[in-house]
């Protein structure tokens, strides 16, 4: 036997009628799920679902645009930032010497999003286990095996077991971790791609012409092949569109869109939805709006950040915080998505917000120029007061006084 035929004979590719049918466990392991439409769907395929791809987009690269801050835990239960702690550049700025922040992120909750058991990035430690660097394992080079049947999971990464506590493990929001997102959505991921790949057979193949030619008595097979060829060269491809000469004994019948038609288009609709229920993205991020939403869009927007983007923020923060940050730390810092970099699309919104929390005395004025468009600091913002009260108390002193000097 050769060593060919020993392999698949092992890992399950070969039977006995020569009949090539992996193991479940051999499917499950590469990530791939077979489905009742035929279609075998793994977190690479349905990425070429163009919804999943936008679904997966909209989180993660919002989590990687966001700025990501240790800040200070105070006294009075507010906090600061913490610019000299030794994780703050490795989180804001760049988790390697390869990686920017924002890039890192992004490929880490796609990972989460897509992947069975989610996303992993390995912890460099020195200098008695301080973290050094963080490095996003590709799970095409380096994947993660995971045994999850204990309490504690554990982990190994070619072949070798290493510890949790020096992996960053972005959990999967599947109920079955072993699935994943892909694997439990499988059966709605795969309908989208047939849809597709109907569409784009149909298309390709010019299955449906724009009408027909019937003869109106018999033919004979040479007076057919020379009408169809007179007619191809004179109003096919991009000719078509002009007026149309006939011969008397042919007719030209047009074809239209018929209620099937209209049913597929409809069933391309609902699987776009069903992908948005699946990753919990509002259903014009995935770029179809529906006409019978009540809500703005200000109020889906809300609605996005509150029901699919903040549950995998905090996720990704508090697994962070507990791999990178001491016991006796965690009491003194917390790590801290700033989710006010929404508002920054919108100018006078934020601008707004801003004026209205300095009036209402919750930030000061230098902190309202700090934290909604990055100005320095003025002498004499730190004062916490009403601008549009204090305003119109200098106004009236001044008039007091100017009238007090005309009498």
């Not at 992993?120 to 095409?140: C, H, S, W, Y």
């Not at 934020?350 to 600091?377: D, M, W």
Request: charged share 20%.
């Amino acid at each position: 036997m050769s060593l060919t035929s020993r392999l698949k004979q092992l890992i399950g590719l070969e039977t006995k009628s020569g009949i090539s049918s992996p193991e479940p466990w051999l499917v499950e392991m590469f990530g791939a799920s077979p489905t009742l439409s035929g279609v075998t769907v793994s977190p690479y395929s349905a990425m070429s679902c163009a919804p999943v791809a936008c679904a997966v987009r909209s989180i993660s690269e919002a989590a990687g645009s966001l700025p990501l801050h240790i800040y200070r835990k105070l006294d009075d239960g507010g906090k600061e930032k913490a610019p000299e702690h030794p994780l703050y550049a490795l989180l804001h700025d760049a988790p390697n010497t390869f990686s920017p922040a924002a890039l890192f992120r992004t490929q880490l909750m796609a990972d989460a999003l897509l992947q069975p058991h989610g996303g992993f990035a390995l912890i460099n430690r020195v200098d008695g286990g301080k973290p050094a660097e963080l490095i996003r394992l590709d799970p095409r080079t380096n994947p993660v095996a995971v045994d999850d049947s204990d309490v504690e999971p554990t982990y190994k990464l070619d072949g070798r077991e290493i510890a949790g506590t020096d992996l960053i493990h972005l959990p999967t929001p599947a109920y079955d971790p072993r699935k994943g997102l892909v694997g439990e959505g499988r059966e709605a991921i795969a309908l989208a791609l047939v849809l597709e790949r109907h569409a784009a057979r149909l298309f390709g193949k010019g299955a449906r012409p724009s009408g027909v030619l019937t003869a109106k008595g018999n033919a004979t097979q040479e007076a057919l092949t020379k009408v169809a060829t007179a007619w191809n060269a004179a109003h096919g491809g991009n000719k078509s569109g002009g007026t149309a000469i006939l011969p008397g004994d042919f007719n030209w019948q047009a074809l239209t869109l018929n209620s099937v038609d209209a049913q597929f288009l409809e069933m391309r609709t609902y699987a776009v939805a069903e992908i948005a229920r699946l990753w919990r993205v509002p259903l014009h991020m995935l770029m179809q709006v529906d006409r019978a939403q009540p809500r703005s869009i200000e109020a889906i927007g809300q609605e996005f950040l509150s029901q699919a983007l903040l549950p995998r923020l905090k996720s990704f923060e508090q697994e962070l915080e507990l791999k990178l940050l001491p016991p006796e730390e965690r009491k003194q810092y917390c790590i801290e998505f700033n989710v006010d970099g929404f508002a920054r699309a919108d100018l006078l919104a934020r601008a707004q917000a801003l004026s209205a929390t300095v009036s209402a005395r919750i930030l000061n004025p230098n902190e309202a120029r700090q934290l909604g468009f990055g100005y320095p600091a003025y002498e004499g913002g730190d004062i916490f007061e009403n601008p549009n009260t204090s305003s119109a108390h200098q106004g009236g002193k001044l008039n007091g006084n100017a009238q007090a000097e005309a009498a």
